[in-house]
């Protein structure tokens, strides 16, 4: 195809010099008609909320992602709202794979998660029991992904006579478990009774032996980056560094990710996407638990630059 500049010189060819200035004045207009440069979309967002959570609660992190990245599709996944976020994560789990499984389907580029406290866990289930899921890039914003361990608001409305120190004869019942809250419940002091029972943490973290633990890592390794968001003012997850996979030990010190079995022991794949530089850290002081998905600093420090 010719550009603008030929074609006035072609013109000029064989037109008039007359004709040439009368058409001068609507140059600017030939040229604002000419293609210019594609422009790259971005890949699509798709965002999980959190137990008691809705679509609404992210009304600020979808403006911020409209204006830094204009023209994303952002999908709020609008599931088990306010008390349904209640429901066994595994029940869970499967509504969100069939909420996911279009939007990635027409995005053969990839998707971006953006999943906030307890949907940061339901995400990596997703990632573990999709097959052939395409996401880039993980963001857990403030996920107890080693488990909780805190008396919170949360806890004494769910369960008003229990401290966290008994918690456990709760959720580590049958009973319990149909509790999401009770599926991540990790009592460090009750480690044996945490393992044998827990019908979700236990086995996304590769502790239990089952027969897809070797699926689900693989599966899990198909991710480009994990961005794990997290903070000490945080006042919910507890201990804080559950968002960095770091935890308790039987006496309440908390060990780091990398001291932790499951990334030593490789058990579902933290050691390996750490090795390969695809786990990202972004620790941020004064931000309370309900606020991660509003502060605009935040956004800009810690996810806007995963949004490819």
Known sequence: MKSCGSMLGLWGQR????W???????????????????????KPVIVVHGLFDSSYSFRHLLEYINETHPGTVVTVLDLFDGRESLRPLWEQVQGFREAVVPIMAKAPQGVHLICYSQGGLVCRALLSVMDDHNVDSFISLSSPQMGQYGDTDYLKWLFPTSMRSNLYRICYSPWGQEFSICNY????HHDDLYLNASSFLALINGERDHPNATVWRKNFLR??????????????????QSSFFGFYDANETVLEMEEQLVYLRDSFGLKTLLARG???????????????HSNRTLYETCIEPWLS
């Open 15 to 18: 037109l008039p010099a007359a």
């Open 20 to 42: 040439v200035l009368l058409l001068l004045p609507f140059l600017p207009l030939l040229l604002l008609a000419a293609p210019g440069p594609h422009r790259a979309s971005y």
């Open 185 to 188: 419940w990790h009592d460090p």
């Open 223 to 240: 991710v480009g980056h994990l961005v794990l968001i997290g903070g000490p003012d945080d006042g919910v997850i507890t201990p804080w």
């Open 278 to 292: 695809a786990i990202v850290r972004c620790p941020m002081a004064g931000i309370s638990h309900t606020a991660w």
